[in-house]
């Protein structure tokens, strides 16, 4: 099995910002794509931004490109999530997911591909 552990998240006021780690622990795997995705009260759970192992390629919601940055240390096995110019509609349970992988390039955009997730972390932005 493998376990996700975020951390990082709390109260912000709107403009700032927040830095989400999620550490991997458990079963290894050689190649395996990382992610974030968040889930507001009443709305479904949501992509936020993916990573490739490599770390080359990344995905982002329209709703985080230009504020938000995912990146990952392997050596770690680690994933960040750098929340800039942070906005009260961020407000959310932020999920840190991981998926298992055939290819170095893989990339997973959609919530259901993930097999493994985390607690999540809540992150809450005040105007």
């Known amino acids: 099995q493998v376990q996700l552990v975020e951390s990082g998240g709390g109260l912000v006021q709107a403009g700032g910002s927040l830095r989400l780690s999620c550490a991997a622990s458990g079963r290894t795997f050689s190649r395996y794509a990382m992610g974030w995705l968040r889930q507001a009260p009443g709305k479904e759970r949501e992509s936020v931004a993916a990573i490739n192992w490599s770390g080359g390629s990344t995905y982002y919601a329209d709703s985080a490109k230009g504020r938000f940055t995912i990146s990952r240390d392997n050596a770690k096995n680690t994933v960040y999530l750098q929340m800039n110019s942070l906005k009260p509609e961020d407000t959310a349970v932020y999920y840190c997911?991981?998926?298992?992988?055939?290819?170095?390039?893989?990339?997973?955009?959609?919530?259901?591909?993930?097999?493994?997730w985390g607690q999540g972390t809540q992150v809450t932005v005040s105007s």
């Open positions: 997911a991981l998926r298992s992988c055939s290819s170095y390039g893989c990339l997973v955009r959609y919530s259901d591909e993930y097999q493994y």
